[in-house]
């Protein structure tokens, strides 16, 4: 069974610092990998979504990284802004075909201006 | 576009009764999901529509049906609530197109099950 791991559950940082936030998972077969943010009382808003056959995805301020092999993956925020408070959740699908997705159970991140 | 709607966002139940959540698409996706979300268990699957006209179990299907009327519209329906039941939950889509395979996600509903 699929387990999806996000280390730490909670993170805090100030302004303008570059982090990165990680995810990994158990069974390298996946499809795909996708992040999300949440912000609190809100649904998920899809960030980067990285199929199996890529190393990586960039949107704006944003670059994430999948490495399969060792099952993990890592999303890059670079110069934070406060803006950026949320919490991230990583999701991986085991293949094409299977809707399952599983979802780590997030880190929540806090940009102290 | 609204992308995935939901309603309503808010109800209370008192337990044995039943209610329809209701969830709408307009991005013309083929597969739909219900979610329940709860503190430090993280999104569990509770049901999902791969197209029209089927239904699948998700990880937690005990106490929900779903019926998927249409391709836009894929509802929730719980018979007989109980408080093990109070979450939130989410109905989300994916598609082709541009956003292949990724799945957007609607508000939520926030229900309390007294």
């Known amino acids: 069974k699929q387990e999806v791991t996000q280390i730490p559950a909670a993170l805090s940082v100030p302004e303008g610092e570059n982090l990165v936030l990680n995810c990994s998972f158990t069974?390298?077969?996946?499809?795909?990998l996708q992040w999300f943010r949440q912000d609190p009382g809100k649904g998920l808003t899809s960030l980067l979504l990285i199929q199996s056959s890529q190393r990586e995805q960039t949107s704006g301020r944003l670059n994430a990284s999948l490495d399969k092999s060792s099952g993990r993956s890592t999303l890059y925020i670079a110069a934070s802004q406060p803006g950026d408070s949320a919490t991230y959740l990583c999701a991986v699908r085991p293949y094409f075909g299977n809707e399952k997705l599983t979802f780590g159970t997030g880190t929540r991140l806090t940009i102290i201006p | 576009n609204a992308g995935v709607t939901q309603t309503p966002k808010f109800q209370v139940l008192k337990t044995g009764q039943s209610m329809t959540l209701q969830c709408a698409q307009d991005?013309?996706?083929?597969?739909m999901y219900w979610y329940r979300q709860d503190p430090g268990m993280g999104l569990r699957l509770i049901y999902y529509?791969?197209?029209?006209?089927?239904?699948d179990k998700g990880e937690v299907p005990n106490g929900y049906n779903v019926s998927r009327l249409n391709k836009r519209e894929f509802s929730l329906r719980l018979e007989s609530a109980a408080p093990s039941q109070t979450s939130v939950y989410f109905c989300?889509?994916?598609?082709?197109?541009?956003?292949?395979?990724?799945?957007?996600f609607g508000p939520g509903t926030r229900l309390t099950v007294l």
């Open positions: 991005m013309n996706h083929n597969s």
């Open positions: 989300a889509s994916t598609g082709g197109g541009t956003s292949y395979n990724e799945q957007f």
């Open positions: 069974d390298s077969a996946i499809y795909n």
């Open positions: 529509s791969a197209s029209e006209g089927t239904t």
